[in-house]
Each structure stands twice: as C-alpha cells, then as structure tokens.
C-alpha cells in the first residue's frame, strides 16, 4: 500500500503536468529487475483493466540500476511520445542488499522531470548504520517507501510512504469526511483510510527505547556479522563471493570449478543443489530455531539468471563462530556430494 501510494501520487502529478497515457503510449514506471514484485503488481493495479501504466527494466550494472541506461531510455522515451510517470530507485534490494545510487539516479530524472520514488522497505532506517553514505540522495526524493517491520522490529503491519513535500498537492484521494474535524485528514492521503494506531505505537516504542542510537547499534552489529561472513565465503575452496555487501544481506555462490566436478550443467540443476544442501544444513539446527541461509535468482547483466545462497543477519546475537559453523557445515555437505 505504501508503494500504491507513492504511485498514485506520481499519477496524479504526471497527468496534472498533462502526460496523458494511451493504449500504444502507457504512463512508464523505470526500475531496474530488482525491483521488488510490489512494484509490477501496483502498476497493474493503478494502470486500470486497460493497462494505462507499465513497468519497463532498466539495465543493471554491478547489480544495481546503471545511471546511464536510465538516462538512455528517458531519451528514447521522450523520442517516442512515451510519458514517464517514475523512477524506482531501491535503498537496499531484497535480493542483495545493494543499495541503488539515488543521486546520481535523482539527477538524471531531474534533466526530464520524472519524480524518483525510493523503495525503502528493506533498507532505509539503514541510514542510520556506519554506512549511510550510501543513502545519499534519498533526501531528494519524491516519495521514500518503509517498512517498519523489517529493520525497525515492528509488527508486520507497519508500513509508510514519507513524501518530501508534506503540503504536496498530488495526495488527496476523495471527498473530505466531515466528521473528522478541521485537523489534518490522513485519510485522504493514503489507500487504507482509516487504520489502527499499532504501527504507530509500535515504531514510537521502538524510537523511544532504542533510540536512533540504540538502532545503529543494531545495524553496525549486523554489517560486522555480513562483512565476517564475506570474508569467511572469500577463503572458501567450495564456495565464492558475488560483491562485498552493503547492508546486512549477502548472496554467495558456488565456485564454478566445484560446479563442474559436481556436474551441474543447468540452471534448474543448480537451483535445486542449492535448495537441498541449505534445507540439508537447517535440518542439523532445528532444535536451535531458524534457518541459516535461504535462496535466491539472481538476473544478471546478460540476461541469465544466477541461483545463490542468500544471507541476512538480523538478529544482535549471532556470532562469528554461528557464522563459522554455518559455512563449515555447508562446505561439508557440498563436499560429500562431490
């Protein structure tokens, strides 16, 4: 709802600056494949049974949305009559935690007009972490998306779209309910209406226990735990790194030469390998709750897609020995199978 949102504005403000979709000329929203399927899903949905807005890729480099194919395809965009309602820029992919440059990306929208919407659900309160240069930019944007329940530890209803401007004229969406008084009606501004205090609650409880402080610390105890972990990956003989991480998430493969021995040839192949060695690994640690490593598709530059294992450290209490014994234990089983 909070990415509907943030779309529904930018509809709103790209037909109010006369951008008028068509059949043959759909309102585009430009992200890059990484974008999360939220994404896809709500232009369906603001499109309409006629389709009037449409996700079109953007190429990406080093897994993140490249700058100059956004710059390539707002020109070929303006070239053909083809209105650009947004641009998703992502603060921390779901996939690999990566975190798209939202200035540089910010500034090329900027030479067209095109407002950048920052898909901040996983990773925005991450700019409170030692690596927030990262986020630069994100200040600029037409609309952040969050997540509360993801690194803030809220409930799973949190959920919030901040806008730059509070006073912006693009967010009313129906008659005023009287009733409500003469004081701010958020009701008219976002999908839900009216809605329960919970999350609001919950990210104040948060806010006054933890503190911003008390969050960092949180978050820079996490990046240690990814950033041990990739250095552990990178003396592997079994496994390989992709990218040295940026937020608390990190994706790692297997070396191609023990792809080979273990005669993997597909991708499916591989994929399946992936899934079993880590349900394998989970089994030995049931009694101590949760999962090691889940998996993910990666889709790279030259269209392939690339199965990974898929690290994210939350929790303030794994240590770099759980980290050691995670990867030793996978190691182990992927030897046996060779």
């Not at 939220?38 to 700058?67: E, H, N, Q, W, Y």
């Not at 999962?291 to 598709?297: G, L, Q, Y």
Request: glycine share 10%.
């Amino acid at each position: 709802m909070a990415m509907q949102t943030a779309l529904m504005a930018a509809r709103r403000k790209a037909v109010a600056e006369g951008k008028t979709p068509t059949s043959d000329h759909p309102l585009l929203v430009l992200g890059s494949s990484y974008t999360h399927y939220s994404v896809r899903k709500m232009c369906d949905i603001v499109g309409g049974p006629t389709g009037l807005v449409s996700k079109r890729d953007v190429a990406s480099k080093d897994f993140k949305m490249d700058p100059d194919d956004l710059r390539k395809q707002l020109e070929a965009a303006k070239q053909n009559g083809d209105p650009v309602m947004a641009v998703i820029s992502i603060a921390g992919e779901t996939e690999t935690g990566k975190i798209d440059n939202s200035k540089e990306i910010i500034d090329v929208a900027d030479d067209f007009g095109v407002p950048v919407i920052v898909d901040g659900a996983y990773g925005a309160p991450m700019c409170l972490s030692r690596n927030r240069r990262l986020f630069v930019g994100m200040e600029r944007s037409f609309a952040t998306t969050i997540d509360g329940h993801k690194a803030l530890g809220t409930p799973y209803s949190n959920g919030a779209v901040i806008f730059r401007s509070g006073e912006d004229k693009y967010l009313g969406y129906g008659d005023r309910a009287e009733y409500l008084g003469d004081d701010a009606n958020l009701g008219q501004k976002r999908i839900e209406g009216s809605m329960g205090a919970g999350p609001i609650l919950s990210t104040v409880a948060v806010l006054r226990t933890l503190g911003t402080d008390g969050l960092a610390t949180l978050y820079n105890l996490n990046l240690d735990r990814t950033e041990h972990l990739w250095e552990v990956v990178e003396k592997s003989p079994v496994l390989t790194n992709l990218y040295y991480p940026e937020l608390n998430l990190l994706c790692f493969g297997i070396s191609p030469e023990v792809v080979a021995r273990l005669g993997i040839t597909s991708g499916k192949q591989l994929k399946d390998f992936i899934d079993k060695t880590r349900k394998e690994l989970d089994n030995g640690i049931q009694g101590n709750g949760g999962h090691f490593f889940s998996a993910a598709e990666l889709p790279l530059e030259d269209g392939t897609i690339l199965p990974v294992f898929r690290a994210c450290i939350m929790n303030p209490r794994t240590t770099d020995e759980t980290i050691d014994e995670a990867i030793c234990g996978l190691e182990r089983i992927i030897n046996s199978r060779i």
